[in-house]
């Protein structure tokens, strides 16, 4: 992925979800509001995007196939370089954990 349209004055926002209707609705409303948002369907797309451009803050859906938000969200804070970056679970689930 190109990441060079990215504006380095604006906070960026990776947004994980699975759901490609989710990810349109945050990130027109997270780019409305000035933030650089780049979008991950999956664990795969997610690491990679952290890979290339480190984000400033994490929106993570915790109800996904193959690996679900909680072991993603473990793994990032297991590693160095994304220890430090805020995580925000996003879900459609009604009970806490």
């Known amino acids: 992925m190109n990441y060079e349209h990215l504006d380095p004055k604006k906070k960026d926002i990776l947004i994980v979800d699975d759901m490609a209707d989710n990810l349109r609705v945050l990130s027109s409303i997270l ?3 000035g933030y650089n948002v780049r979008k991950a369907l999956n664990w795969q797309m997610a690491l990679t995007a952290t890979q290339t451009v480190l984000p400033d803050l994490i ?20 590693w160095e370089l994304t220890a430090d970056i805020p995580v925000i679970f996003i879900s459609a689930l009604d009970d806490v954990r």
Request: net charge negative; glycine share 4%.
């Open 31 to 33: 780019t409305r509001e």
């Open 59 to 78: 929106l993570l859906d915790i109800m996904m196939p193959e690996v679900d938000g909680y072991e993603i969200c473990q793994t990032f804070k297991a």
